[in-house]
């Protein structure tokens, strides 16, 4: 009960950051400084949001309706654990807490591109690397291992894994340009690809639900309600580059496009595309 409690309360304060008067799911969007390469919602119930642009990183407390630029950082991925921030640019790893200003980076001898963590509450990170191929560290960012990874094509650039039964091993998701998404439910070790998958660039998951999956594509944004056996096109937009969950809330997710934030606030069923 407590914890249902706290659901109610956490979905009305994010409700009321994405300045929705009525409670209506389509969100109006918002303007953000820089194309993304990769978006991450904090697990601080505050509406704070990361997102990496290259040679820059900005840092939203209120939902993405203002933009703090994080000081002399770069960035290509970034993903949250419980208590800190992960930031990758392919040369060095940067942690720092939520609500940084400035990230002490450490230089990385392998090249992490982009990264994504299971579950929040949890020190496990997967990232890829420039050539797509995929490594594991259970530190923090620190002491990468490859995965074996197998099935999986070279090339892919974005990913996604989340934590649904802790008794069973983590599922992750890779989107592979024009070969689709391909998942793993072994750490890792082996990868299919999802025959109805649209050809994704960029794929996002929750652990409030984990059988929901967001895609993006050339064509728009995809949503599968059951773990990437069926996708629908929810949104057509063309030139999206990013896209995320709320790891603690799955009804709020966002979507960048070029300078723009889109958002949904029904769990990526409904959006409000500019033009």
Known sequence: MREMVERKSVFVVILAVLGSACGQAREAPVAIPARATALAIAPDYAGTI???????????HDGGHTWRRVAHT????????????????GGRVGVAGLGATRLAERPEPRSIVAVATPYYRTNRLYGLDPAGRLWLSVRDGRRWVALRAAGLPAGCGALAAVRGDPLRPDAVYVACGERGIWRSGDFGASFKRLPSAPAATAVATTTDDHTRLLAAAPD??????????????VARV????????????????????DRTLLRSADGGVTWSIPG
Not at 222 to 230: E, I, K, N
Not at 252 to 257: E, G, I
């Open 74 to 89: 770069a960035g290509s991925g970034v993903a949250f654990l419980e208590k800190q921030v992960v930031l990758v640019d």
């Open 238 to 257: 063309a030139g999206v580059s990013a896209v995320a969950f709320d790891l603690r809330n799955y009804l709020v997710a966002y979507a960048a496009l």
């Open 220 to 233: 728009g944004l995809y949503l599968s309600t059951d773990a990437g056996r069926r996708f629908r096109r």
């Open 50 to 60: 990361w997102a990496t642009a290259g040679s820059h990183v900005y840092r939203s």
